[in-house]
C-alpha cells in the first residue's frame, strides 16, 4: 500500500513559466511534509517543507501547498530553469516516528531552455 | 568532510555472497538513517540511530541484513547471503536530531548478478 503517490512520472516545462509537481497522500496521521530533489548519481537533498498546521510555505521560487481535507500537496517552482531539472520527491512523516520518512516515488523535471 | 560519504560508490556482487556498505555521516549529527531506492520506487526505510539510543531496525526487510554504529560516527550495513532483489541504490542519511532535515550521502549502487 503507497501511502505516499506522487502519480506523474515526469513533467516537461519551458524555462520561465510555472512547474507544478503534485503529491497525495492516504495515511491521516502524517503532520509534516517534504519535498527532496536528487540529481543523477547524487543523494536527494532537502528543498522546502511544511507543517500540516499551515497551508502555504514559501522559499523563494519554491512554494508547497497543503490541501489537508484533499490529502494533496504540490510544490510550484517560478519562474522554473533549467538547472531545476532533477527528480523531485514527496516525503511524509508522522508525529509517533517522525524520523520514518516515508517517499513517493518521484516526478522527473525537464526544464527546457 | 562537509557532507555524508558512502563507500564504495558501486558494487557488484555474486548472489549468495555478503557485502558491507560504509556510511561517514556529517560530523557532530547525531541521527543517521539508511534508506535504499530499488529501481522505479521510492525510497525505503531502513534503520535509524540516534545517538547511543537502541536503534530502530524496523524498516530491515530481513534477517539477512544487519548494521551497526559506533558511537556517533561510521555505520555499516551488512547484506549475508545477497539476492537479486537486494539490488537497489542504498542511501546513508544523517541530520542533527530526529527533526532536522536529512542530508543524504550519493549512495552505493548494489547490483547482485
Known amino acids: 500500500d503507497q501511502q505516499v503517490k506522487q502519480n506523474s512520472p515526469s513533467l516537461s516545462v519551458q524555462e520561465g513559466r510555472i512547474s507544478i509537481l503534485n503529491c497525495d497522500y492516504t495515511?491521516?496521521?502524517?503532520?509534516?511534509f517534504l519535498w527532496y530533489k536528487k540529481y543523477p548519481a547524487e543523494g536527494p537533498t532537502f528543498l522546502i517543507s511544511i507543517s500540516s498546521i499551515k497551508d502555504k510555505n514559501e522559499d523563494g521560487r519554491f512554494t508547497v501547498f497543503l490541501n489537508k481535507s484533499a490529502k494533496h500537496l504540490s510544490l510550484h517552482i517560478v519562474p522554473s530553469q533549467p538547472g531545476d531539472s532533477a527528480v523531485y520527491f514527496c516525503a511524509a512523516r508522522s508525529g509517533g516516528s517522525n524520523y520514518k520518512l516515508t517517499f513517493g516515488k518521484g516526478t522527473l523535471l525537464t526544464v527546457n531552455p | 568532510g562537509a557532507g555524508v560519504s558512502q563507500s564504495p560508490s558501486n558494487k557488484v556482487t555474486e548472489k549468495g555472497k555478503d557485502v558491507e556498505l560504509r556510511c561517514d555521516p556529517i560530523s557532530g549529527h547525531t541521527a543517521l538513517y539508511w534508506y535504499r531506492q530499488r529501481l522505479g520506487q521510492g525510497l525505503e526505510f531502513l534503520i535509524y540511530f540516534q545517538g547511543n539510543s537502541a536503534p530502530d531496525k524496523s524498516g530491515l526487510p530481513s534477517d539477512r541484513f544487519s548494521a551497526e554504529r559506533t558511537g556517533e560516527s561510521v555505520s555499516t550495513l551488512t547484506i549475508q547471503r545477497t539476492q537479486q532483489e537486494d539490488s537497489a541504490v542504498y542511501l546513508c542519511?544523517?541530520?542533527?536530531?530526529?527533526?532536522?532535515?536529512?542530508?543524504f550521502g550519493n549512495g552505493t549502487r548494489l547490483t547482485v548478478t
Open positions: 495515511n491521516s496521521m502524517f503532520d509534516y
Open positions: 542519511a544523517s541530520s542533527l536530531g530526529q527533526d532536522s532535515p536529512l542530508h
